[in-house]
């Protein structure tokens, strides 16, 4: 069975499959946000449905896209040495 909720922090760079799951599940979080919104907004479900699917596609592209572009930015990020203690990066950290 998968560790998804380890006891400490996981030093390192997310893999992409971690990208693409993080990206699906925070869609289907927004894609219900936008579903029920606009369902009260317009009252019809057909609509309603129809707003959220077409959104869906598009904004995993994008989220995909901007979780990727922020993993090549080294600012904030920690880096680990071989004896395992915690560095914060000094790149653009000014």
Partial sequence: ?????????VAGKDAH??????A???RLTGS??????????TGNVKVAGSISLAEVITK??????????????????????VSGARQLSSVGAD
């Fill in 24 to 26: 699906i599940t925070w």
């Fill in 60 to 81: 995993i592209l994008l989220f995909y896209s901007h979780e990727r572009a922020w993993a090549l930015i080294a600012w904030g990020k920690s880096k680990v040495s």
């Fill in 32 to 41: 219900i946000d936008t579903f029920v919104l606009s369902l009260l907004i």
């Fill in 1 to 9: 069975m998968f560790n998804l909720l380890a006891k400490s922090a």
């Fill in 17 to 22: 499959a971690r990208s693409v799951a993080k």
